[in-house]
């Protein structure tokens, strides 16, 4: 057997991100499915639904790569840019400017990962 068959990934073996991470980032793409905003991708604009399901892609392609590992990872890797244009990803929210999508999807991580204070 050849050195590089045993030093090469094996298919269908790559482990998903741990489970906080996988939470996070499911999180993260349905925050942005329910935020009523749009995702600008390669200079065209889309609903949050359409978004989210480009960013699910993205995500299973880095999972079967063994490329994430963590919220930060995916948004580094799947949803700040074009990976075929280089372009980068533009979130708009109704009356607010357009800002990079690593932007918003960063602050609603710091959201989702704020403790929730306790009722009364």
């Known amino acids: 057997m050849a050195v590089s068959a045993l ?3 094996a298919k269908g073996r790559a482990a998903p991100p741990p489970a ?10 349905s925050a942005l499915a329910d935020s009523g905003c ?8 889309y609903d949050a639904g359409r978004a989210q399901s480009h960013l699910r892609r993205k995500l299973d392609w880095l ?9 930060e990872q995916f948004i580094e890797r799947a949803a700040t840019r074009s990976s075929v244009s280089g372009r980068a990803y533009q979130v708009r929210c109704p009356n607010r ?15 989702i990962r704020e403790p929730t204070p306790p009722s009364r």
């Open 63 to 71: 999972v079967e790569r063994d490329m994430v590992a963590s919220a």
């Open 20 to 29: 906080a991470a996988a939470v996070e980032i499911d999180r993260l793409i």
């Open 97 to 111: 400017p357009a800002e990079p999508s690593a932007t918003w999807l960063r602050r609603a991580l710091e959201g």
């Open 7 to 9: 030093l090469a990934p």
């Open 38 to 45: 749009e995702f600008q991708r390669n200079g065209r604009w």
